[in-house]
């Protein structure tokens, strides 16, 4: 992977699956509301709605399953979802040190999440993120959702920075593709759902892990150091 060849004048970060091991969860409540409401609801159509807005997993759900058993599925995954929640969801591994080598070398932070407000602020509260960043986005933020820019372009008009001089940290294809429609600078940390040819083909960098978007980072970071010292 190559080294990141800029001092980003911020970072903006996705929320479900890229900071929040939230998808595992997901899924698991997916799996049990379906049980529960007696729908016939694989694991694939889940994870085909991975990095969506709610609007539009929504009506893929009411599509497939019928508007009846969508809207059934949906209530009892979000009664099972929010109990989750609100016993705090685990974060992923190599976050609170990546957060902490942003803060060392004074670099803006923000996030940028489909998940509604109400939500968003929840999960983050419970996790103790909520005041780790100067700026936080949501899915209720912005008329149209990722992939289209706009949560990005808004994110770093907030920061008062310029998005081409952007870091997005993201795990999911509909991220990737709002950040590079935004004119900053993707590294894809997947989760659930492995990235596509297709996606691979556009030549941003992927990571394994925070870990090691953290070393890609952390080297950048340290080489400006360096030459400013």
């Known amino acids: ?45 889940w994870l085909s709605m991975v990095g969506m807005h709610d609007r539009a997993s929504h009506a893929l759900l009411a599509e497939r399953l019928g508007t009846d058993a969508a809207l059934r599925l949906r209530d009892a995954g979000d009664r099972l979802y929010d109990a989750r929640v609100a016993a705090g969801l685990p974060l992923k591994s190599g976050l609170v040190e990546l957060l902490d080598l942003l803060d060392a070398y004074a670099i803006p932070k923000a996030i940028a999440t489909s998940t509604r407000r109400e939500r968003a602020l929840a999960k983050l509260t419970s996790s103790g993120l909520i005041g780790r960043f100067a700026v936080i986005v949501t899915g209720s933020d912005v008329e149209h959702p990722k992939p289209a820019p706009d949560i990005y372009l808004l994110a770093a008009q907030q920061l008062g920075v310029d998005p081409r001089r952007c870091l997005v940290l993201e795990d999911s294809e509909p991220g990737v593709r709002a950040a590079l429609a935004a004119g900053a600078t993707p590294i894809q940390v997947p989760d659930l759902v492995p ?35």
């Open 1 to 45: 992977m190559p080294p990141i060849d800029f001092v980003p004048d911020a970072v903006l970060f996705d929320m479900d699956g890229l900071m929040l091991d939230s998808e595992r969860a997901m899924l698991e409540t997916w799996r049990a509301a379906a049980v529960e409401q007696s729908v016939e609801a694989d694991d694939a159509l």
């Open 195 to 229: 990235p596509r040819a297709e996606l691979r083909g556009l030549g941003h960098r992927i990571a394994d892990s925070l870990v090691q978007a953290h070393a890609l980072l952390d080297t950048a970071l340290g080489a400006r150091a360096a030459t400013a010292g």
